[in-house]
């Protein structure tokens, strides 16, 4: 299957600064890319969906100044947790799709983020 | 919100097929049924999809009843490395939205 690739795989930062986080797909170009969450114990998340060039659509109850999305290519799609707190220690997970109604989705390997 | 339900667990033995139940009654026509798994700490790890006709590929199998009302996805001999949690996902307007899925034990 194609490749997405996250960056870093993990992170800890003190409360009240920012971490950005990178998702690219390296062998495909992803025309729209899904932000997820998952908490311990907890199923994924979607957080928000972002499509190349165009402002991220974000699911009820997620707050769209504090996570960031940019998806600026079609390679790459960033969030950044901005003023973070300890309840935003998460496992952060991107998905990328390429064009096309009927094509899968595939997966980075998550960033798992702690904030103390 | 998740469309299917899937059994919150279940074993299998080493080198025996797996079959994952999946229900999906709410499915709309030109919906596709999904599936992922994902190994503890790790993305995702897409397996296979389909619309109405079953699919086979190097990972599974993936029946699909006539109705399409359920699903089943077969894992034909199933290894230590298969354990993981199977999400059944029904693809609504473009986006996957995660259930539970099943936990799925393989013993040796």
């Known amino acids: 299957g194609a490749v997405v690739s996250q960056h870093p795989s993990w992170v800890i930062c003190k409360s009240g600064t920012s971490v950005k986080i990178e998702c690219r797909s390296l062998?495909?170009?992803?025309?729209?890319m899904f932000w997820y969450r998952q908490f311990p114990k907890q199923s994924l998340m979607l957080m928000a969906t972002?499509?190349?060039?165009?402002?991220?659509?974000?699911e009820q109850g997620v707050e769209k100044d504090k996570f960031l999305i940019n998806h600026a290519s079609l390679t790459l799609s960033t969030l950044t947790v901005t003023s973070a707190h300890p309840e935003d220690s998460s496992f952060y997970i991107c998905?990328?799709?390429?064009?096309?109604?009927?094509?899968?989705?595939?997966f980075g390997q998550g960033t798992r983020l702690t904030v103390v | 919100d998740a469309k299917t339900t899937q059994p919150t667990s279940m074993d299998c033995a080493e080198g025996r097929a797996a079959n994952l139940p999946c229900n999906h009654s709410?499915?709309?026509?030109?919906?596709?049924v999904y599936w992922y798994r994902q190994i503890h700490s790790q993305g995702p790890q897409y397996i296979i999809h389909?619309?109405?006709n079953n699919e086979t590929n190097e990972m599974a199998s993936l029946i699909i009843t006539e109705d399409r009302k359920s699903s089943t996805l077969i894992l034909p001999h199933a290894t230590l490395r298969d354990t993981a949690v199977y999400y059944c996902?029904?693809?609504?307007?473009?986006?996957?939205?995660f259930g539970a899925g099943t936990t799925v034990t393989v013993r040796a």
């Open positions: 062998d495909f170009q992803a025309t729209t």
């Open positions: 972002s499509n190349e060039g165009s402002k991220a659509t974000y």
């Open positions: 709410t499915i709309s026509g030109n919906e596709y």
């Open positions: 389909g619309l109405k």
């Open positions: 998905s990328a799709r390429a064009t096309g109604p009927h094509t899968e989705a595939f």
């Open positions: 996902i029904v693809r609504v307007a473009g986006k996957l939205s």
